[in-house]
Each structure stands twice: as structure tokens, then as C-alpha cells.
């Protein structure tokens, strides 16, 4: 017997007491195990799911649209940013013209590095791009998503103490379970052929690679968007605007 996982979501019109109870009981009778239950943004709960029987979810479906008080707006298998609101509270932001991009401001750090931990535990080759300002938080939320995915961090270019250029890795940095850690404007403006090599073999590589500063990657490498999977952007304010213009003069100056 294969337990499979739900994700359901409903608005509530009227906040009656015992509602939620109701609710509960109904769940409870068609033996669905709540696993987590949270408010989400407002008038809306979210509700992480277990059952062995689909129909059963199918069921509950139809009988939570004879329910006055609510209007459920989701009913499927969970997704990241689903299991993500539940735990948290909250919907990440995402471009509803460019579905792979997701929002963050440094106010949610904390929802930021869940996300990143849970990106990275996933198997497999995937290019993630960062954008942000200076000392908004970029390297510390890959370290700190690197902890909770209980996985090793590799910098192969880096400002996070001084502009680092690595023109080789150790055995052990090169495990492709590693999260490689590469600053885009060092590896394209204090480039050079040694450094350039290694890039190309690690983005090669089945593993996970967080670019920060995809935008000056892309102008200045052979790589263009379409090799990132997701791309991230946090800001100080969520008006705050990203100008590459206004630091990226500082990497040059030092060379």
C-alpha cells in the first residue's frame, strides 16, 4: 500500500468557529493523514495531505465544494513552493511572465535558504542564477542552503572575503554532490584561460552550480539563459532596482 502526498488549499468567506474541526473530521473519516496545516497569506490555509487512495482525495474534493463558508483553489500533488507556504506561511513570489524566476527580499532570508536547501537535494545537473546587489545576502543564503542540504559547498570564483579566481580544484571539491559556487563578474572580468577551463568542466559536470550575477554570465560567456533551470533574485526592498552598472566597475579596478 503506496502512501502518495496532497497538497490542498481553500479560501475561507466566513471564519465560523468549528470549521476548521469540520473540516478535520471529514479528513479524518475518509482516513486522509493531515500532515501539515497552516494559514497562508491571509484568508487561505494550506494543507499538506497522505493517502493511499486517490479517490479519495477526488471525493473530498466534491464535497468541499457543497461547503458554503470556503472555495478550494488547489487540490494536487505538492510542489516545492507548495510544501514551501505550508511550512512557512507564505507564497514565494514568482514572474508570471518568466515562470522560473522567483522573488525574495532580504526580510526572507529565512524562507530563501529553505528554498535553496531543498533545490539543493535534488540529484542531477541544475544551473541556478542568483541576482542581487552587493551584501544583500547572496553567498551566506547558498552557504546556509548548502548546510540544510547537508552538502558540501565548492567556490570556483567567489568575493565573499576577496576576489577569488580558482584555476583548479581538489579531488574532493570536484564530487559532483558538491554545490559549486561561482561568482559570474569574476569569472568573466578577472577571467583567464586556466580559470576559463575549469568553468567549462564544471558546468559540464551532473551537479548543482549557483551563479550569482547571471546576467553579466551570460553577456560575457559562451552560456545564455536557457542553461538555467531557476533563477533567483533578492533584493533589500522589494522596489529596489539590480543596476550591474554600479559595481561592476569595482571588480576591473582592482585587477
Known amino acids: 500500500m503506496e502512501y502518495k502526498q496532497w497538497y490542498m488549499e481553500y479560501k475561507i468567506h466566513k471564519n465560523r468557529p468549528g470549521l476548521l474541526g469540520d473540516i478535520a473530521s471529514m479528513l479524518g473519516m475518509l482516513e486522509v493523514n493531515i500532515l501539515t496545516i497552516n494559514g497562508v497569506e491571509g484568508k487561505t490555509r494550506g494543507m499538506l495531505l497522505e493517502t493511499s487512495d486517490d479517490e479519495k482525495i477526488m471525493l473530498m474534493g466534491e464535497m468541499l465544494k457543497k461547503v458554503d463558508n470556503i472555495t478550494v ?38 524562507l530563501l535558504v529553505d528554498f535553496l536547501g531543498e533545490l539543493f537535494k535534488r540529484e542531477g545537473n541544475q544551473v541556478i542564477g542568483l541576482r542581487g546587489m552587493p551584501r544583500v545576502g547572496k ?6 542552503g548548502s548546510v ?40 568573466t572580468i578577472r577571467s583567464n584561460e586556466k580559470h576559463y577551463n575549469l568553468l567549462q568542466n564544471v558546468m559540464s559536470m551532473p551537479s548543482t552550480k549557483v551563479i550569482e550575477h547571471p546576467d553579466i554570465f551570460v553577456r560575457e560567456s559562451e552560456y545564455t539563459f536557457d542553461d538555467f533551470d531557476i533563477i533567483i533574485e533578492l533584493r533589500n526592498m522589494p522596489n529596489e532596482e539590480i543596476l550591474y552598472e554600479s559595481f561592476t566597475t569595482s571588480y576591473s579596478d582592482d585587477l
Not at 553567498?139 to 546556509?144: D, K, R
Not at 581538489?170 to 569574476?186: H, Q, R, S, T
Open 73 to 110: 483553489t488547489a487540490l494536487r500533488s505538492p510542489r516545492l513552493v507548495d510544501k514551501l507556504a505550508v511550512r512557512h506561511g507564505r507564497y514565494i513570489d514568482r514572474d508570471s511572465d518568466d515562470r522560473k524566476t522567483f522573488r525574495f527580499t532580504r526580510d526572507e532570508l529565512g
Open 139 to 144: 553567498t551566506e543564503s547558498i552557504i546556509a
Open 148 to 187: 540544510c542540504a547537508m552538502k558540501r559547498w565548492t567556490f570556483v570564483s567567489s568575493t565573499l572575503l576577496r576576489q577569488t579566481v580558482r584555476s583548479q580544484l581538489a579531488d574532493d571539491e570536484l564530487n559532483p554532490n558538491n554545490v559549486f559556487i561561482i561568482d559570474g563578474i569574476v569569472s
